[in-house]
Protein backbone atom coordinates (compact mmCIF):
# COMPACT_ATOMS: atom_id res chain seq x y z
CA UNK A 1 0.00 0.00 0.00
CA UNK A 2 1.60 3.17 -1.04
CA UNK A 3 -0.71 5.69 1.35
CA UNK A 4 -3.14 4.77 4.18
CA UNK A 5 -5.47 7.86 2.60
CA UNK A 6 -6.01 5.65 -0.37
CA UNK A 7 -6.42 2.43 0.78
CA UNK A 8 -10.50 0.84 1.52
CA UNK A 9 -11.04 1.37 5.18
CA UNK A 10 -10.07 5.08 4.82
CA UNK A 11 -12.71 5.49 1.92
CA UNK A 12 -15.10 3.53 4.09
CA UNK A 13 -13.98 5.93 7.10
CA UNK A 14 -14.64 8.72 5.10
CA UNK A 15 -18.06 8.03 3.33
CA UNK A 16 -19.07 6.83 7.15
CA UNK A 17 -18.60 10.02 7.99
CA UNK A 18 -20.18 11.30 5.22
CA UNK A 19 -23.19 9.44 5.87
CA UNK A 20 -23.74 9.98 9.39
CA UNK A 21 -23.92 13.69 8.98
CA UNK A 22 -25.86 13.52 5.83
CA UNK A 23 -28.46 11.26 7.86
CA UNK A 24 -28.01 13.97 10.89
CA UNK A 25 -29.26 16.72 8.16
CA UNK A 26 -32.05 14.29 7.00
CA UNK A 27 -33.93 14.14 10.32
CA UNK A 28 -33.25 17.97 10.32
CA UNK A 29 -34.33 18.74 7.63
CA UNK A 30 -37.56 17.13 7.51
CA UNK A 31 -38.04 18.64 11.06
CA UNK A 32 -38.61 14.84 13.01
CA UNK A 33 -38.60 15.22 16.28
CA UNK A 34 -36.04 12.69 17.00
CA UNK A 35 -31.98 12.23 16.12
CA UNK A 36 -30.98 9.97 13.79
CA UNK A 37 -29.52 8.05 16.67
CA UNK A 38 -32.97 7.87 18.51
CA UNK A 39 -34.78 6.16 15.42
CA UNK A 40 -32.22 3.99 15.39
CA UNK A 41 -33.24 2.94 18.78
CA UNK A 42 -36.64 3.04 17.99
CA UNK A 43 -35.93 0.32 14.84
CA UNK A 44 -34.23 -1.79 16.81
CA UNK A 45 -37.08 -1.73 19.55
CA UNK A 46 -39.26 -2.48 16.26
CA UNK A 47 -37.44 -5.56 15.45
CA UNK A 48 -36.55 -6.84 18.79
CA UNK A 49 -39.86 -5.94 21.02
CA UNK A 50 -38.94 -6.03 24.99
CA UNK A 51 -34.86 -6.02 24.02
CA UNK A 52 -33.12 -4.80 27.34
CA UNK A 53 -30.59 -2.07 27.36
CA UNK A 54 -27.26 -4.06 27.49
CA UNK A 55 -28.49 -5.71 24.28
CA UNK A 56 -29.73 -2.73 22.44
CA UNK A 57 -26.17 -1.18 23.48
CA UNK A 58 -24.56 -4.35 21.90
CA UNK A 59 -27.01 -4.29 18.40
CA UNK A 60 -26.12 -0.37 18.04
CA UNK A 61 -21.86 -0.11 19.17
CA UNK A 62 -22.57 1.83 21.52
CA UNK A 63 -21.96 2.04 25.23
CA UNK A 64 -24.58 1.60 27.80
CA UNK A 65 -24.64 5.27 29.38
CA UNK A 66 -25.22 6.33 25.59
CA UNK A 67 -27.66 4.11 25.25
CA UNK A 68 -29.73 4.91 28.42
CA UNK A 69 -29.69 8.56 27.57
CA UNK A 70 -31.26 7.87 24.27
CA UNK A 71 -33.55 5.70 26.02
CA UNK A 72 -34.36 8.48 28.65
CA UNK A 73 -35.03 10.92 25.97
CA UNK A 74 -37.13 8.53 23.63
CA UNK A 75 -39.19 7.86 27.35
CA UNK A 76 -39.25 11.30 27.87
CA UNK A 77 -41.49 11.89 24.41
CA UNK A 78 -43.64 9.55 25.07
CA UNK A 79 -41.98 7.60 22.28
CA UNK A 80 -41.00 3.95 24.43
CA UNK A 81 -41.94 2.94 27.90
CA UNK A 82 -39.75 1.39 30.40
CA UNK A 83 -41.02 -1.70 32.41
CA UNK A 84 -39.30 -3.48 34.82
CA UNK A 85 -39.20 -7.36 34.36
CA UNK A 86 -36.86 -10.24 35.59
CA UNK A 87 -34.67 -11.66 33.80
CA UNK A 88 -33.84 -15.06 35.86
CA UNK A 89 -32.63 -13.73 39.35
CA UNK A 90 -31.70 -9.92 37.95
CA UNK A 91 -34.72 -7.39 37.35
CA UNK A 92 -34.02 -5.77 34.04
CA UNK A 93 -36.32 -2.88 31.77
CA UNK A 94 -37.50 -3.80 29.60
CA UNK A 95 -38.18 -1.72 26.35
CA UNK A 96 -41.08 -1.10 24.30
CA UNK A 97 -42.74 1.24 21.34
CA UNK A 98 -45.52 3.05 22.76
CA UNK A 99 -48.37 3.66 20.06
CA UNK A 100 -47.07 6.78 19.12
CA UNK A 101 -43.76 6.24 19.18
CA UNK A 102 -45.06 3.37 16.26
CA UNK A 103 -46.77 5.90 14.34
CA UNK A 104 -43.37 8.44 14.41
CA UNK A 105 -41.40 5.30 13.55
CA UNK A 106 -43.73 4.32 10.60
CA UNK A 107 -43.65 8.20 9.64
CA UNK A 108 -39.78 8.11 9.45
CA UNK A 109 -39.10 5.16 7.58
CA UNK A 110 -41.58 5.36 4.77
CA UNK A 111 -39.48 8.75 4.36
CA UNK A 112 -36.49 7.62 4.77
CA UNK A 113 -37.20 4.59 2.42
CA UNK A 114 -37.75 6.97 -0.37
CA UNK A 115 -34.87 8.87 0.68
CA UNK A 116 -32.61 5.64 0.25
CA UNK A 117 -34.51 4.65 -3.05
CA UNK A 118 -33.51 7.39 -4.74
CA UNK A 119 -30.29 7.42 -3.59
CA UNK A 120 -29.63 3.71 -4.94
CA UNK A 121 -30.85 4.42 -7.86
CA UNK A 122 -28.14 6.60 -8.96
CA UNK A 123 -25.45 4.12 -7.73
CA UNK A 124 -25.05 1.55 -10.06
CA UNK A 125 -23.67 -1.44 -8.24
CA UNK A 126 -25.70 -4.50 -6.23
CA UNK A 127 -26.94 -2.43 -2.66
CA UNK A 128 -27.47 -5.99 -0.72
CA UNK A 129 -23.97 -7.44 -1.74
CA UNK A 130 -22.14 -4.40 -0.74
CA UNK A 131 -24.38 -4.47 2.78
CA UNK A 132 -22.87 -7.91 2.85
CA UNK A 133 -19.29 -6.85 2.12
CA UNK A 134 -19.64 -4.33 4.89
CA UNK A 135 -20.79 -6.62 7.41
CA UNK A 136 -18.20 -8.92 6.11
CA UNK A 137 -15.39 -6.60 7.06
CA UNK A 138 -16.93 -5.08 9.96
CA UNK A 139 -17.13 -8.14 11.84
CA UNK A 140 -13.89 -9.39 11.07
CA UNK A 141 -12.53 -6.47 12.39
CA UNK A 142 -14.35 -6.70 15.34
CA UNK A 143 -12.80 -10.31 16.05
CA UNK A 144 -9.21 -9.57 14.74
CA UNK A 145 -8.81 -6.20 17.17
CA UNK A 146 -11.50 -7.91 20.34
CA UNK A 147 -13.61 -4.35 19.84
CA UNK A 148 -16.22 -3.83 21.87
CA UNK A 149 -18.36 -0.90 22.86
CA UNK A 150 -19.17 -0.11 26.48
Not at 25 to 38: H, L, M
Request: aromatic share 10%.
Amino acid sequence: MEHYTKSLPYELELTSRVLHEAARCFFEQNNFPVSQDEFIILDCLYMYPDIIQIELAKLIFKGRAHTGRFLKSLESKGLIQRAPGNLGAKIIMKNKITPKGLELYKEISKALDEHIQSSNSKIDFDVQNAIRMLQAIREDAIKRFDIKFE
